[in-house]
C-alpha cells in the first residue's frame, strides 16, 4: 500500500545534540511533501514543506529538510536541539492528484536539558 | 486569532449517543479538511470540502459519519450511535484557493477530543 514511512518512534537527545529524522513515502510522480510539528497541549504546525526547487528547504527554528527523489526521502535535520524541541514530529505527503494529506505515525522527540 | 478553530475542545459521549462536531476555518480559505487522529498514529484523512462542495471522502468514513458545509464557510461532522472505536481527536485543517499563496498548504485546528464511553 502507498504510504509515509517514519523509521524513528522515540528520539532521546541531549541538547546541542544534532537531530535527524527519517521519512520515506512510496508514491510516484510528483509529491508536495510537508513536516508538521506538535509540542505538548499544542495543535499542528507546520515546519517546513517541499513542492519544486531546491530540494534543501529551510523552516521555522532552524529546521531544515532535504528532498532526495531517487530515495523518495525527505529527512528533517536540526544541527542543534534545544530543550524547547521537545515535540512530536510528522512527516505528511500529498499524493499526485489528491488533496488529502497522507501522513506518517510519527516521532516522539525527547530533549534533555 | 485568526487560525482554525474547533468547537467543543472535548466531548464524552456514551456509546450509542450520537455528536457533532464544529470546525470554522480560516476565513479567506475555500478548502476544509477533516482527519482522525488515534494515540499513538498520524492524523488519517476522512473527507475535503471545496467551498460547499464535499470532493473526497476516505473509506474510513463510514455511514455512520456525515459532514456538511452548508454555505462553504463553517462546517460540521456529525457522527451517529457512536461506538468506543470513535474515540480519537477529530482533526480540521483550511487551506486557501487554488492561485494563491499557500493554496496547498493545509493549516490545523486543535481538533476535538471524543471520549466514548
Known amino acids: 500500500a502507498q504510504s509515509v514511512s517514519q523509521h524513528n518512534h522515540h528520539v532521546i537527545l541531549s541538547e546541542a545534540a544534532s537531530l535527524e529524522l527519517g521519512c520515506n513515502y512510496s508514491y510516484g510522480g510528483t509529491v508536495n511533501l510537508f513536516w508538521y510539528v506538535q509540542y505538548p497541549g499544542q495543535h499542528l504546525q507546520l515546519l517546513l514543506k517541499y513542492f519544486s526547487g531546491d530540494p534543501l528547504v529551510k523552516g521555522i527554528k532552524g529546521f531544515e529538510a532535504e528532498f532526495i527523489k531517487s530515495k523518495f526521502s525527505f529527512n528533517l535535520r536540526k544541527p542543534s536541539v534545544q530543550w524547547s524541541d521537545t515535540a512530536e514530529y510528522f512527516c505528511?505527503?500529498?499524493?499526485?492528484?489528491?488533496?488529502?494529506?497522507?501522513f506518517g505515525s510519527g516521532t516522539r522527540l525527547q530533549v534533555q536539558p | 486569532d485568526t487560525g482554525v478553530s474547533q468547537d467543543p475542545r472535548h466531548k464524552i459521549t456514551k456509546r450509542g449517543q450520537n455528536v457533532t462536531f464544529r470546525c470554522d476555518p480560516i476565513s479567506e480559505h475555500n478548502r476544509l479538511y477533516w482527519y482522525r487522529q488515534t494515540l499513538g498514529q498520524g492524523p488519517e484523512f476522512l473527507t475535503y470540502f471545496q467551498n460547499e462542495a464535499q470532493l473526497e471522502k476516505s473509506r474510513l468514513l463510514s455511514d455512520r459519519f456525515s459532514a456538511e458545509r452548508p454555505k462553504g464557510s463553517f462546517s460540521t461532522l456529525e457522527i451517529q450511535r457512536t461506538e468506543q472505536g470513535d474515540s480519537a481527536m477529530y482533526l480540521c485543517?483550511?487551506?486557501?484557493?487554488?492561485?494563491?499563496?499557500?493554496?496547498?498548504?493545509?493549516?490545523f485546528g486543535p481538533g476535538t477530543r471524543l471520549t466514548v464511553l
Open positions: 505528511a505527503v500529498n499524493a499526485p492528484g489528491r488533496r488529502a494529506l497522507t
Open positions: 485543517a483550511s487551506s486557501s484557493p487554488p492561485g494563491q499563496r499557500q493554496a496547498d498548504t493545509q493549516y
